[in-house]
């Protein structure tokens, strides 16, 4: 099917920046909604940022001002900007995206498998 591969993640000093991207392969006809979502230990997965096919974004307000999403779509890229980082956004972020790969017949959900973000000193 579709695989999202992540890259970039790691340690970061509080009011850092670091930058993740991830690309979406295989036989994929169409990509809607690609979006970012976090863990953080002991708590529940949520979104942070979206973004629509043609560049609409949604934030959560815990990150708005500080984080940037944006796509490439003739690469199938997602990224995810992120400035002043503090210890609170310490979490696993998962690239997500809605796709229709050429075998099926709708839209699927397809996740990457995590990154792990540390914001500490």
């Known amino acids: 099917q579709v695989e999202l591969v992540e890259s970039g993640g790691g340690l970061v000093q509080p009011g850092g920046s670091l930058s993740l991207s991830c690309t979406a392969s295989g036989s994929i006809v169409s990509i809607s909604t690609m979006a970012w979502y976090r863990r953080a230990p002991g708590k529940e997965r949520v979104v942070v940022a979206t973004?629509?096919?043609?560049?609409?974004?949604t934030y959560a307000d815990s990150v708005k001002g500080r984080f940037a999403i944006s796509r490439d779509n003739a690469k199938n890229t997602v990224y995810l900007q992120m400035n002043s980082l503090n210890p609170e956004d310490t979490a696993v972020y998962y690239c997500?995206?809605?796709?229709?790969?050429?075998?099926?017949?709708?839209?699927?959900?397809?996740w990457g498998q995590g990154t792990q973000v540390t914001v500490s000193s």
């Open positions: 997500y995206a809605a796709a229709v790969h050429s075998s099926a017949y709708s839209l699927q959900n397809y």
């Open positions: 973004i629509s096919p043609g560049g609409r974004t």
